[in-house]
Nanobody
Framework: QVQLVESGGGLVQPGGSLRLSCSAS????????MGWYRQVPGKQREWVAV???????NYADSVKGRFTISKDNAENTVYLLMNRLKPEDTAVYYC???????????WGQGTQVTVSS
């Protein structure tokens, strides 16, 4: 069982920045791809970014160039640095761990990000 705990959400003005953190229970990054998703009420959960076990990254078009995903293997923590935030980035952000092959899939509890003036 993998436990994921997100933190770092909050209220920020348009154009501002936030860094989300996802702390994992144990050293899982060699076996799990780590991702960030987001969801607004009434809509499906949307993929935002992923970092593979080897460290390659990929982003949704809506955040490419503004968001950066990274991980610290020693701290068992994944980060999402969000720059130039827009009101449409407002959502609950979820951390995800997916095992190689997809047999295991875990979610954090989510952290709210609100972009508003």
């Amino acid at each position: 069982q993998v436990q994921l705990v997100e933190s770092g959400g909050g209220l920020v003005q348009p154009g501002g920045s936030l860094r989300l953190s996802c702390s994992a229970s144990g050293s899982i990054f060699s076996r799990y791809a780590m991702g960030w998703y987001r969801q607004v009420p009434g809509k499906q959960r949307e993929w935002v970014a992923v970092i593979a076990t080897a460290g390659s990254t990929n982003y949704a078009d809506s955040v490419k160039g503004r968001f950066t995903i990274s991980k610290d293997n020693a701290e068992n923590t994944v980060y999402l640095l969000m720059n130039r935030l827009k009101p449409e980035d407002t959502a609950v952000y979820y951390c995800n761990a997916r095992s190689i092959g997809g047999a295991a899939n875990y979610w954090g509890q989510g952290t709210q990000v609100t972009v508003s003036s």
